[in-house]
Every structure is written in structure tokens, then in C-alpha cells.
């Protein structure tokens, strides 16, 4: 059942490629995309003044990533919500307003009552989940499916990617209905995106890399994430991983935002994974990482393998292949998934059931 590997987490890691590549089947073409089960036309698009992204855990780590490139790419203003805090908030929401839920399982009880508060404030639904005839894809009006295959470890890793991807698409989507991209621009994500499972394969490749890296983790208390834009995002994700399987404490900040507090919690005791890709603000980021390393923390550095001068800023550097600023967390959070499982196997948790945690989550 497990494929020969030691754990579903790790059958899970190595799924990627190929979930990747079946997410994305039928649903790219030379222009654009095309989704089966999402019947908005451009009309409807266009009347949306807002998106609000609602979802719990993971699932809204890739939310922020959503956020981000449904901004870019579709200049529609999109908040995120945690599912727990939204129905409470009385969000300011109606029919023309798109709200998203993600949800790996469709049963998460604080998303399937956000989903079902958006319905009752009058705005329109459309739901990114893994599992078709779920509670969350019955009662959306579109959905767009994640075909990760079922997801048995209880960290969430292929779920993850592909919800990633289900912003991707989602984002080119609304960019199309509102007229925002350039063609060149489209053609040029879409030929990337077609790269991604085999780029996510070349990531797997370093796994032993990563695995010795994970060995320096064993007795570690504190580490932070650090990274700004979307790699910041993937930060959150990565931290939640390491939290959940290792019990190591760990924090993801905003890199530019260390220095007003955070900083003096750094010291040669809290290893940093510093996360590097964003082009347009990579000297930025590279600077915050040497104010951390003027603090004495061991770094670990994350870029595209073309930014061969990190490597005189940290103590070690995991290289990317090469892709756009935008897919890149898809291709970032391989190499935290797998350094969050070796380090789990080193300290000898149960890393497909760790400690006071359910795979699905059905009360509030
Ligand atoms: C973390 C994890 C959880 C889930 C969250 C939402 O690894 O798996 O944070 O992402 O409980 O679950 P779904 O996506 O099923 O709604």
C-alpha cells in the first residue's frame, strides 16, 4: 500500500510529479485554460468587484499564494481567510463578490460552514478540492477538482502542490475573463507550467541532500522561514510541516519584517531556511539573510539554480531548476516537505500520525 516506501508522506512527496501532471491533463491549451467544471462566463467575471479565499491549514497557505497571483495576473483585489475566523467576522461579502474555498478532504467542518455562509451572504462559490462528491463539491457552484489521488499521511504534501496549481489555472482563468494578460504573457506561463512535473521531478532528485541536511536538525528547539513575496507564502507551509511531524517550533516571517522585533530571537541556536527565488526582490532578500547570518544562525538557502552567488551568503544552498517568479512555490516547497520528513524520521516521531492530529477535520 505503500509503494516500498517507508511512509505514505514520503509515497505522498514522490506522487507530485505525477499529480502534478494530471491536475494540468485537459486543461491547458496554447491560449489559455479550460476548466470542466467552472461555468462562469466573462460577463459574470467582470461583475465581481472582490475574491476572498477562504480555507484552513495548508489549504490556505496555498490561498496565499492565490492571492497573489490572482492579483497579478487578474488585478482583482482577493483577501484570505482563515475558515474559523470568517464566519465570525461578518464578512463583507454578496453577489458580487467570488469566494474560493479550498479544501483537500471537501469535510472540513469551518470550510464547509464558510462556503455555506458565503452562499447565505448571496456571492458565488467555487471550490478547489481532492475529493470528487465531497461535501464541499456538492454544495460549491464550480469546482475546480485537484487530482492528487487520495491522501492518506496526515501532513499534506501532493494536496498542497496541486491546490497550487488549481490557483494557477484559476488565476489564468480570471485573467482571461477580464482581459488582463498579454498573450506573450499567457503563452509564456503556460509553456512553463507544462515544465513543472518534470521540474518537480528534478527536485526529488536532490532528496538525499536534503535528508543530509535534515540529519543537523535533531536537537534543534527554533527556526524560522524567511522569505518575502510569494516565497514567504511557501515559508508559512514550510514551517507548518516541520511544526506538525518534528515538533521543532517554527516560525516563517516576512525577511523585511525580522529587523522590527524578531531579529533578536536569532542566534546561532535557530538554523534559518532563507527562501530566495522572487527575482525582483532577490538583493533584498539576500541582504536579510546576512542580517541573520551577522546573528550567527546556520542558513539554508533556497534559489533557481542560476543564483550560483548564494552560496557566499549561507552555509548551504539547495538550487531550483529554473522557472517563472509565479510557479515557483510549487517547486520551493518540495525541498521543505522532504527536510520536515527527514528530520521527523531523525528525531523518530510517527511522521504519518503525528501527535494530537486528524486527517480530516469535521468539528469546529
Ligand atoms: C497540514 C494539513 C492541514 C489541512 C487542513 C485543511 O499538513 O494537512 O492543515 O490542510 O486541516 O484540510 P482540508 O484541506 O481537507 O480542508
Not at 107 to 112: G, K, M, S, V, Y
Amino acid at each position: 500500500e505503500k509503494g516500498g516506501y517507508e511512509h505514505f508522506m514520503l509515497k505522498e512527496i514522490h506522487e507530485q510529479p505525477r499529480a502534478l501532471k494530471d491536475t494540468l491533463l485537459g486543461r491547458l491549451t496554447d491560449y489559455g485554460v479550460e476548466l470542466q467544471e467552472v461555468d462562469l462566463t466573462a460577463a459574470e467575471v467582470n461583475q465581481f468587484h472582490k475574491v476572498y479565499i477562504v480555507a484552513c491549514g495548508t489549504a490556505s497557505h496555498a490561498g496565499l499564494v492565490g492571492k497573489n497571483l490572482i492579483e497579478r495576473w487578474a488585478r482583482m483585489p482577493v483577501e484570505v481567510d482563515i475558515a474559523s475566523e470568517f464566519r465570525y467576522r461578518r464578512p463583507l461579502i454578496d453577489e458580487h463578490t467570488l469566494v474560493v474555498v479550498i479544501s483537500q478532504s471537501g469535510e472540513t467542518a469551518d470550510t464547509l460552514a464558510a462556503l455555506r455562509e458565503a452562499h447565505r451572504l448571496g456571492a458565488r462559490v467555487v471550490a478547489v478540492t481532492n475529493v470528487v462528491g465531497s461535501s464541499v463539491a456538492r454544495e460549491a457552484d464550480d469546482v475546480i477538482y485537484t487530482w492528487a489521488g487520495p491522501e492518506i499521511a496526515v501532513a499534506s504534501t501532493k494536496a498542497y502542490t496541486t491546490q497550487l496549481l488549481g490557483m494557477v489555472l484559476l488565476g489564468l482563468y480570471l485573467a482571461e475573463a477580464k482581459g488582463t494578460m498579454p498573450a506573450e504573457k499567457s503563452q509564456a506561463l503556460i509553456a512553463a507550467v507544462r515544465e513543472l512535473p518534470r521540474q518537480a521531478q528534478e527536485v526529488l532528485d536532490q532528496q538525499e541532500v536534503i535528508k543530509k541536511l535534515a540529519q543537523s536538525f535533531i536537537a534543534v528547539e527554533d527556526t524560522f522561514f524567511i522569505g518575502r513575496g510569494l516565497d514567504w507564502a511557501v515559508a508559512m507551509e514550510g514551517a507548518l510541516k516541520l511544526k506538525e511531524i518534528s515538533y521543532i517550533h517554527a516560525e516563517a516571517y516576512a525577511a523585511g519584517e525580522l529587523k522590527h522585533g524578531t531579529l533578536a530571537l536569532i542566534t546561532e541556536e535557530t538554523p534559518v531556511i532563507g527562501l530566495a527565488t522572487q527575482r525582483g526582490v532577490y538583493e533584498k532578500t539576500i541582504s536579510n539573510i546576512k542580517e541573520v547570518k551577522a546573528r550567527d544562525a546556520k542558513v539554508i538557502g533556497l534559489t533557481f539554480a542560476g543564483n550560483k552567488d548564494m552560496h557566499k551568503s549561507v552555509d548551504q544552498v539547495v538550487y531550483l531548476p529554473e522557472t517563472l517568479d509565479e510557479l515557483a512555490p510549487i517547486l520551493t516547497v518540495i525541498p521543505l516537505q522532504l527536510l520536515a520528513y527527514y528530520v521527523s524520521v531523525a528525531r523518530g516521531c510517527d511522521v504519518d500520525k503525528p501527535r494530537n492530529l486528524a486527517k480530516s477535520v469535521t468539528v469546529e
